[in-house]
């Protein structure tokens, strides 16, 4: 009988330093009520091909029992569907993201490449001109305006993205310590790319004045 290609791999290699430092940082993630965690760390095990850690085996036995018992889904210390706490994470990466590239933008014109696309089609039109941004504030806003009427799931809310939401996200320290999410996580639940939001194949003069 001949052997399917799944079962021809070979045994399952342990992880390396850096792997299990990973590990580890889902493993504490999931504790955290993070429950993005365990899909982090089922992709970096199928795409190494790394053997499963007991926490992650222990928590899929355990989300697959509850649902073959009916159980309702919920994440501990949590107290809100997944899906919802998972779409809120995406929002919160975006709108970090999008202030950080901001910022970046106004300290160097030349790096406007990972700006939302609005913003690259506003500095095109001229709408915001760069020698005006004089502070913190002036970022938040063009980062504002750079997210407006985005939603991240079809059916979903539009993403709430004011400077003072934008300002209350990056002060948020303990969002920081999660490890950031992937685009392959976000097409498992029907939600955007982060990465199809920004930036543009429009051309942009880095030396507008």
Known sequence: MM????????????PDEASAGLLSE???AA????????YQALILCGDHQLAMPDWLVDHLLKLTAD??????PSWKGVGKRPLIVIRRRFENEVRRRAVIAVRAWVKDKSKYQ??????IRAWNRQDY????????GD???????????????????TMKCSPRTLRRVMEDKNAAQLPKLSGRIASVFGLVDPDDLFGSDE???PNLK
């Open 67 to 72: 649902f073959h018992l009916g159980k309702k």
């Open 114 to 119: 990972d700006m939302p696309t609005p913003c």
């Open 26 to 28: 889902f493993k504490k």
């Open 139 to 157: 970022a938040l806003e063009f980062a504002s305006l750079g997210l407006r009427g985005i939603k991240l799931q079809a059916d979903g809310p």
């Open 129 to 136: 001109l760069h020698c005006e941004f004089q502070n913190d």
């Open 203 to 205: 051309p942009l003069n």
């Open 3 to 14: 052997i399917s290609e799944p079962l021809a791999r070979t045994t399952a290699l342990q």
């Open 31 to 38: 504790v955290r009520g993070d429950p993005t965690a365990l």
